[in-house]
DNA sequence: GATTTAACCGAAAACGTTTTCGATTAACAA
DNA sequence: TTGTTAATCGAAAACGTTTTCGGTTAAATC
């Protein structure tokens, strides 16, 4: 099946490829008669028109690229749900690719994208990526480029995220308000700035409640797509500590998940024994038992409003206006559930000395 | 920063755009010391070859679409790293599309997919899609089209999925060799042909069991994206049954989750009091209380071997070699966790006549 | 009758490649 | 000398659009 173009549709007509062009595109100096016959031809045919052809003329792709470091995260896959439903809004297209958290395929993968000629570019950097020449690269080039959660500060460009110290502090604030006062933290690793902000957080917090911090009781997790990390420190967490904690905050709802995992598997009861706090308010959270308090991020929100922003600054750049770039950070919310309320006739007991 | 083109490096040489094109493809008829010339400038201005005018000459995209129901599904999002991982090595993109499980939504998408020009479509077809005119077009414009996981069995081109019925039956056959007798069956909606095999599975296993066939035992969940119609079923069956079911075997995890939060809530013991057997192996089955028997499908291998299968595709249009579609049925294997292991003090006692 | 105006159309250039085919030169053989 | 060969290069066409600009008619105006 030979695709149709204009010139196939110019011949048959005795017309001009120019006149069919016109007709198509609605100019004003084709006649009502000439426009009608290339009209009802071109349905006839059902001519698409080329789309490489258009984009080498127009110097539009009508695609924008995509780049998370995972697709297999509750998180990111919402993110891509959002950003899709607005990129149809718009009729654009969503190449997507995956970093893995490797900052060398990062890299490689907006070059690709600078190749291929995208009108825009969504990024959430991947753990390892610290330098960030690669994304000098595609402003120097004039591409919208947007990051979005994982961002990096010192990137002159729109960025779209969460305020993470803002949230841990709410938590963690929240835990104490509870009447919980030995408040472990099991952290994430150092790279991601998120993690480090959610640990600010939840030392201020502790701070301004006059709660010391106690730098034994935070526990360093660096895997995040599975739970033995969790697991695993809330073991070490009670034989360091026996049953003197109070609650733990946890960088991401998983860690909860393995601490609620080791207390099953040792008799420790959550909320009574050991409060937990999540983030990120993955589906399971809801599902599992105790039901987990945590972060709503608004993932969803995340990537419409991303994608919204580029699309903004795309249509910008097309139409020589000025651009500046935006910070949006999203609002997040506590999602209060049992894992953080202790039942009435087991009130807290143990309060530390203040 | 304006983008460089062949003609800029051949006036800064003084050669013609020819030579320098054949000097960056490797052609034999430009010599030793011009190649490296123009190797070295490309080099210096870091050259990249304008996709949209190689896409436009050579007829090709480099870029294949992909269509999904939803990216927020544990499934897909596996699926989906499976073929961006294969994609990546074979030096191609990806766009992706969510039909969110509408068939004008779906149809539309392979227009757009078309018109730009993809080189091959993957696609898992919406639980809404009962006609295939849309599939049909693709074929007709000769682009190579792949079905998988959610197939329509009467469109000619290749499949890769699993076999529903044989896991269904594998499945109830473990409970009933497990001595579960009377085993229900949460199913999903009439629709895609999986909930139909699944079903007829389930069936089939209990006849090959001289364990007669009840419709009463069946109920139907038309939502898979909350656990509700789990919940609300069970509820249901024991309204209907009271305490005489021994096991469930559900469409999905995510319902056999709602049984087990019913479960819960009502203090009936999982498997003890009841068992339960799922279906995809979500990652929350792993995690939640009790862990769930399941059915692993094996989603990342469904997307490397799908997209394997596709590119062998377009490779062999390409070449002019003859295509014979391809059925790959990826195998399935029980999971077997907790949910259907009644504990040796607690033996399962209700044996219903046969 | 001459001139302006409006309505309609098409030639041609441009976007940046790839590839065919012929041209040119130099070296070599007859 | 002529003819052959190998090595190197470039003109030009083609891919399918979009858009500028000028041309041709016919009607309207003076």
Redesign the interface.
């Known amino acids: ?1 030979r ?1 149709v173009t204009l010139k196939q549709i110019a011949e048959e007509l005795n017309i001009s490829v120019t006149t069919v062009s016109k007709a198509l595109k609605g100019y004003s100096d084709v006649s009502k008669e000439t426009k009608k016959r290339v009209l009802d031809l071109a349905e006839r045919l059902d001519y ?6 258009v ?2 003329r127009m110097r539009q ?1 009508k ?1 924008i690229g995509v780049i998370i470091p ?5 998180f990111f ?2 993110v ?2 959002g950003i ?1 439903k607005v990129a ?1 809004q718009h009729d654009y ?6 970093s893995n958290e490797k900052f060398e395929l990062e890299k490689k993968q907006i ?2 994208l ?4 995208v009108d825009g570019i969504l990024i959430s950097l991947s753990n390892n990526t610290k330098r960030f020449d690669h994304l000098q690269k595609v402003i ?3 591409i919208p480029l947007l990051l979005f959660d994982k961002i990096a500060k010192t990137v002159n460009c729109s960025k779209v995220y969460i305020d993470d110290r803002k949230a841990a502090y709410d938590a963690v604030t929240y835990l104490i308000n509870k009447g919980y006062r030995r408040i472990a933290h099991f952290r994430g690793d150092l790279n991601p700035q998120n993690s480090i902000d959610r640990f600010l957080g939840y030392k201020q917090a502790l701070l301004d409640n006059n709660i010391p911090f106690d730098p034994k009781l935070v526990y360093m997790c660096n895997n995040n797509t599975d ?1 033995d990390d969790g697991y695993n420190n809330a073991k070490q967490m009670f034989e360091d500590h026996g049953h003197t904690i109070d609650a733990v905050f946890t960088i991401t709802d998983l860690i909860s ?1 393995g601490i ?2 080791y207390c ?1 598997d040792n008799g420790i009861k959550v909320p009574d024994d050991l409060a937990l706090f999540g983030f990120s308010n993955w ?2 959270s809801s ?3 105790p039901e987990l308090s945590t972060v709503e991020q608004h993932p969803f929100k995340i990537g419409e409003t991303s994608a919204e922003i580029l699309f903004d600054e795309i249509k910008r750049k097309l139409n020589d206006e000025p651009i500046e770039y935006k910070k949006v950070v999203i609002p997040t919310e506590l999602v209060i559930r049992k894992s953080s309320e202790k039942s009435e006739n087991n009130p807290i007991k143990k309060v530390i000395n203040l």
Request: net charge negative.
């Open positions: 099946m695709t698409t028109p080329n789309s490489f052809a984009s080498l792709s695609i995972d697709t297999v995260h509750y896959s919402i891509i749900k899709l149809e297209m969503v190449i997507l690719m995956q070059d690709l600078l190749s291929k000629g120097k080039h004039d739970f998940i609620i995992k099953d589906f399971m599902v599992i038992n």
